[in-house]
T-cell receptor, first 112, second 110 residues
């Protein structure tokens, strides 16, 4: 089955820890994105990548880092510098420029 | 001014009603437009793309007005299963940066 897989579905982090959220796609899409959604809010762009080994900061990149070493993978690290990381994180991919994006099922991150 | 603005609602309508959502955008260079649907605690799913000539998919009709910089979504004969949040999305620039509106919540009741 083609699609986007995010893992884990739920993640608990202690304060001061870095955690990495996985996002894998087998759709052969060039572009990948990470969004954050807070309760009752819209999606805010963290990072996006158009091609392998290239990525751009979105609107709220502080406290996050990404890599794009392979076309199918775009992991997101939430660092200890992110002061309020509890949120719903969504990964998406699209074929390329100006095309619709498809989402994974998301990861709910909670700081404990 | 926000890049994409939507009325947050909620829109409470009875089954069978027709409901319309509008979305305005500020960047005249925006190139592609979409409507997504998001159910509670789920990921957004593509409902339909929006073309300049307008397009229809069953009970759903989308329109784009570039001159006034807004897009619209019309839902006819509302079903209980249409209850969700509807997100207006557009892309701008060569990096295909997708920008989401905050969404409009629709609640269809019996």
């Amino acid at each position: 089955d083609g699609g986007i897989t995010q893992s884990p579905k739920y993640l608990f982090r202690k304060e001061g820890q870095n955690v990495t959220l996985s996002c894998e796609q087998n759709l052969n899409h060039d572009a990948m994105y990470w969004y954050r959604q807070d309760p009752g809010q819209g999606l805010r762009l963290i990072y996006y990548s158009q091609i392998v080994n290239d990525f751009q900061k979105g609107d709220i990149a502080e406290g996050y880092s990404v890599s794009r070493e392979k076309k199918e993978s775009f992991p997101l690290t939430v660092t200890s510098a992110q002061k309020n990381p509890t949120a719903f994180y969504l990964c998406a991919s699209s074929v390329g420029i100006n095309t619709e994006a498809f989402f994974g099922q998301g990861t709910r991150l909670t700081v404990v | 001014r926000k890049e994409v603005e939507q009325d947050p609602g909620p829109f409470n309508v009875p089954e069978g009603a027709t409901v319309a959502f509008n979305c305005t955008y500020s960047n005249s260079a925006s190139q592609s437009f979409f409507w997504y649907r998001q159910d509670c605690r789920k990921e957004p799913k593509l409902l339909m793309s929006v073309y300049s000539s307008g397009n229809e998919d069953g009970r759903f009709t989308a329109q784009l007005n570039r001159a006034s910089q807004y897009i619209s979504l019309l839902i006819r004969d509302s079903k209980l299963s249409d209850s969700a949040t509807y997100l207006c999305v557009l892309s701008t620039g060569g990096y295909n940066k997708l920008i989401f509106g905050a969404g409009t919540r629709l609640a269809v009741h019996p």
